[in-house]
């Protein structure tokens, strides 16, 4: 096996820790550790999609993790404006 294919499988299961961690970030009662486990969750998962579908010769991946990040970054901001007051 060649080392970067070992590299890819750990950076998958680094990924996957991570979202367990920010899931467990959002159980906190916090609204703003919620915001933030779920972005966190949402770019672990893009950047898994885009390792494994580069391991497995997946179409579309590419555009699928794109659109992953942006829109759960624009959510993450509307939801943040939403809930943000009168200031």
């Known amino acids: 096996m060649d080392i970067l294919f070992i590299s890819k499988y750990f950076v998958v299961i680094a990924s996957m820790i991570m979202m367990l961690a ?8 916090s609204t703003t550790m919620g915001l933030l486990s779920s972005s966190v969750v949402v770019v672990a998962f893009a950047l898994s999609l885009l390792v494994v579908g580069d391991m497995y010769d997946i179409s579309f991946f590419k555009d699928i993790s794109l659109a992953l990040v942006l829109f759960g970054f624009i959510g993450t901001v509307a939801f943040a404006v939403t809930q943000g007051g009168d200031d």
């Open 22 to 29: 920010a899931l467990r970030a959002s159980a906190y009662k």
